[in-house]
């Protein structure tokens, strides 16, 4: 069955500092990833996503994440972490069928 | 704007009072979809929609209903409501459902069920 683990339920790194969030997946095929975010009080708002091609996929607020089929992998990246990136992350897959399969969240706190 | 609008925001009841959480979407998209979220479970999906008079269960549907009459809206039904369903929900929406396109979603309801 699919399935999305992100192993890290709590997250701390100081401000400047990089960051790598984890992400494993379970899917037949190549499956369609996607890194969401959602702040305190908000809907989930789209970083990034991967369907086919370079693996290692660029999204918004400077984030990136890179596929590795090998280990069944897409974790997401970003080098210099500012105080405005703590919130809930969750990582997702897809199928043909619409349904998105969601991990746990990570949740990232940053310190000054 | 393109959005998905979810209503209410919050809502608190009591068991067993019958509750409609309103979706509606302006992409004209196909796909709809309802999610709940709860911690340390992430989200997961009570019931999807295809397209118009087309729907069926995602993973977690007791206790749930929904209809899909126009294309725009998919309202979530709470016939009787328990505790067991307070939650975070929310409403999302995609072109199609075997689009690679990813989902929008709506701002979410928080519904507690005294």
């Known amino acids: 069955a699919q399935s999305v683990t992100q192993p890290d339920i709590h997250i701390t790194v100081s401000e400047g500092a990089s960051l790598e969030l984890r992400c494993n997946y379970s899917?037949?095929?190549?499956?369609?990833l996607f890194w969401y975010v959602q702040s305190p009080g908000q809907g989930l708002q789209l970083l990034l996503k991967?369907?086919?091609?370079?693996?290692l996929v660029q999204g918004i607020k400077g984030f990136e994440a890179e596929f590795k089929r090998s280990q069944s992998s897409f974790n997401l990246r970003k080098p210099s972490v500012h105080w405005s990136d703590a919130a809930e992350y969750f990582c997702?897959?897809?199928?043909?069928?619409?349904?998105?399969?969601f991990g746990q969240g990570t949740t990232l706190q940053v310190k000054p | 704007e393109a959005q998905v609008t979810q209503n209410p925001r919050y809502l608190i009841t009591v068991t067993g009072k019958k509750l409609t959480v309103t979706c509606s979407q302006n992409?004209?998209?196909?796909?709809m979809s309802w999610y709940r979220q709860d911690p340390g479970l992430g989200l997961r999906q009570i019931y999807y929609?295809?397209?118009?008079?087309?729907?069926d269960k995602g993973d977690v549907p007791e206790g749930y209903k929904v209809s899909r009459k126009e294309k725009r809206n998919f309202p979530l039904i709470l016939e009787s409501p328990s505790p067991n369903q307070t939650s975070l929900y929310f409403c999302?929406?995609?072109?199609?459902?075997?689009?690679?396109?990813?989902?929008?979603f709506g701002d979410g309801t928080r519904l507690s069920i005294l």
């Open positions: 899917y037949g095929a190549t499956p369609y």
């Open positions: 997702a897959s897809s199928g043909n069928t619409g349904k998105l399969i």
């Open positions: 929609s295809m397209n118009v008079e087309v729907t």
């Open positions: 991967y369907f086919s091609g370079d693996t």
């Open positions: 992409m004209n998209h196909e796909y």
């Open positions: 999302a929406s995609k072109v199609r459902g075997n689009s690679n396109q990813p989902q929008h």
